[in-house]
Every structure is written in C-alpha cells, then in structure tokens.
C-alpha cells in the first residue's frame, strides 16, 4: 500500500489541509494523481474498491472536502447511494482511458470541463471533468471545483432529484465554507466570494454606488485616524472587506486617496491655510493598502488561478 492510499483516512490528518477522496480503479492513474497533488495544500486518500469508497463516504461525509472520481462503470451505483443518502460534496470526474500512459503523453485537446455544457451530468452541475493530459493542473481544478459547489445556487437543480436535497446541499455549503475558514484562515474567506459582485462586473450604476460607498468609508478613515477616540482599526476592516469582496485592486484606493487628498487641499487654501499637514495622511494610505494587500496576500489560492479565470462560477 503506497502512502496516499490511507484507507484510516484522519487518524494523522493535518488540520490545514483539504481532504480529498479519490477513486479509481487503475493504479496508474492513482500514481499519476499523487504525483501532480499538492501536499501541503492536500490530503489525498485514494480507494480502488467501489464498494470501500461508497461505504466510506457515506459514513465520513463531513470529512471530505472533494470527491475525485475517475468514470467507471461501478461508479454509477456509487452516484445513486450518494443521492439516495442526500450525500452532495465538490466532485471532479475524471475521464477514464484504455491507456492512461498514451493519454498523458498526447497533446490532443480535450473540452474544457466547465464549458463542456452538452455532456450529461454524472453527479451535480457544479461538477468538473477532468481529462489525463490536465493531470499536472489538478491542483487548480480542486480549487475551482470547491468555489462552483458553494457557489452552486439552491434554485439551480442541479440534479433531476434535486428537490430531495435541497436542504442538504446548503447545509454542507455551509459546512464546507466554515471549515476552510478555519482550516485555511483567508483561504476560505477567498471561496466566498462572488464574482458576480465584483466591481467590474457590475452595472454601471451599481459601480456609482459602490464607489462612493468605498470613498465615504476612507474619507472617515482619513478623518479620524488621529483620533484616539475613534476605533480606527474597525473602519479600515470594514472597509478592507468590501474592497476585497468587490475585488478592488489597491491602484483604485490609491486613486480614492489621491482624490480625497485634492478635495482636501483646495478646502485648506480655501481657508487660507497651507496644506503640508496632509502629508501626514500617508501613513493612514500605506495602513489600509497593507491591510488589503495582506487579505489578499493569504487568501488567493497558491496555485495557479489562470484556469478559474476562463469560467464564470454561477
């Protein structure tokens, strides 16, 4: 038995790392899965027995951050239980070949797994494929999987059964969302958010109202930072979790300060004063970057994210 097929499963697992059930019934493909995964990140714990991996997840469900499952004919069965024990979880399947060796060497191209819309659903819609040749890229692919499962809306029928648990999928959502938060600090903070409320997706109006949601918020900053009567550390937090939910770049704080700044000095020689004390108001500038910086610094993901760039999590 090699040491990814840990069939105890947690007696040694490390609280950090995400725990992912993997299937299949080809050792080939188990080796070639434990070569490209990342430990550090990852806890991965294979099965090549359908009847083992069913009764596993049945009962350890909580447990388990992703399913990786290689398509099998005993694999359907596998689905069915899964349904019929209200049992839904992130999922990659993984496309199964007669050759696995031939199919990591080729560079044919394979549909991307998110945009393959047509193939027919094996499991639930947020499900990923995965083909052999993008074995060396199944680290973005958990991600990516992990964000569409929590992402995946209550009303989207995910599956022909899906009214039978429906309660059950926003109960584990909600599970799997406290549990990479603390597992993973910002790291789970990272899989809530929402792309469809970042800023430069929204409407333009929306866009309006959030900008000047943003540079009251760092006007208030800016006026009471000297101020020991005022929780300073609270306003840049909030402010700091919007930017970071609205996925606001630091050039556009910069921007939001600079403005202020000008509104500032003209009220200033308005009054006849000289305007060297906001200089001063560097400092509140580089306390709210570092702050955003650092939210993002430990929350985006490790890996790669190009592939989740090319899909829109519904």
């Known amino acids: 038995m090699s040491d990814y097929q840990n069939n105890s499963f947690y007696p040694e697992v490390t609280a950090s790392k995400l725990q992912i059930c993997f299937f299949s019934p080809q050792q080939q493909l188990a080796d070639s899965v434990?070569?490209?995964?990342?430990?550090?990140?990852?806890?991965?714990n294979y099965w090549g027995e359908s009847e083992e991996l069913e009764n596993f997840v049945i009962n350890n469900y909580e447990k388990i951050d992703c399913l990786v499952l290689q398509v099998d004919p005993s694999l359907e069965p596998i689905i069915a239980q899964l349904w019929n024990s209200e049992i839904l979880l992130p999922a990659i399947i993984v496309?199964?070949?007669?050759?696995?060796?031939?199919?990591?060497?080729?560079?044919?191209?394979?549909?991307?797994?998110?945009?393959?819309?047509?193939?027919?659903?094996?499991?639930?819609?947020a499900e990923l494929r995965l083909y052999p040749p993008q074995l060396a890229e199944i680290?973005?692919?958990?991600?990516?999987?992990?964000?569409?499962?929590?992402?995946?809306?209550?009303?989207?029928?995910p599956h022909q059964h899906f009214s039978q648990v429906q309660s059950s999928l926003v109960a584990q959502q909600?599970?799997?969302?406290?549990?990479?938060?603390e597992r993973l600090g910002y790291l789970g903070v990272y899989y809530k958010r929402n792309r469809n409320a970042f800023f430069r997706n929204l409407a333009s109006e929306d866009q309006q109202k959030l900008q000047l949601k943003l540079t009251q918020g760092y006007q208030q900053i800016l006026l009471n930072?000297?101020?020991?009567?005022i929780e300073i550390n609270r306003l840049i937090d909030e402010l700091v979790d919007q930017a970071f939910f609205a996925d606001i770049s630091t050039s556009q704080i910069l921007e939001i300060h600079m403005e202020l700044i000008d509104d500032f000095s003209n009220q200033?020689?308005?009054?006849?004063?000289k305007d060297d004390i906001l200089?001063?108001?560097?400092?509140?500038?580089?306390?709210?970057?570092s702050h955003l910086c650092e939210m993002y610094r430990r929350s985006i993901p490790?890996?790669?994210?190009?592939?989740?760039?090319?899909?829109?999590?519904?």
């Open 34 to 44: 434990a070569q490209f995964i990342n430990r550090d990140r990852y806890e991965l």
């Open 95 to 125: 496309e199964g070949e007669s050759s696995i060796e031939a199919s990591v060497n080729q560079t044919a191209k394979y549909p991307q797994p998110a945009l393959d819309r047509e193939r027919q659903t094996i499991y639930h819609q």
């Open 139 to 157: 680290n973005s692919y958990l991600n990516l999987a992990i964000t569409k499962f929590i992402s995946l809306a209550p009303g989207s029928r």
């Open 174 to 181: 909600r599970r799997l969302t406290d549990k990479l938060k």
């Open 225 to 229: 930072y000297f101020d020991e009567d």
């Open 268 to 273: 200033l020689k308005i009054e006849g004063r």
């Open 279 to 289: 200089l001063d108001y560097r400092l509140p500038l580089i306390d709210v970057i």
């Open 302 to 314: 490790g890996e790669d994210l190009s592939l989740e760039l090319l899909f829109t999590v519904e």
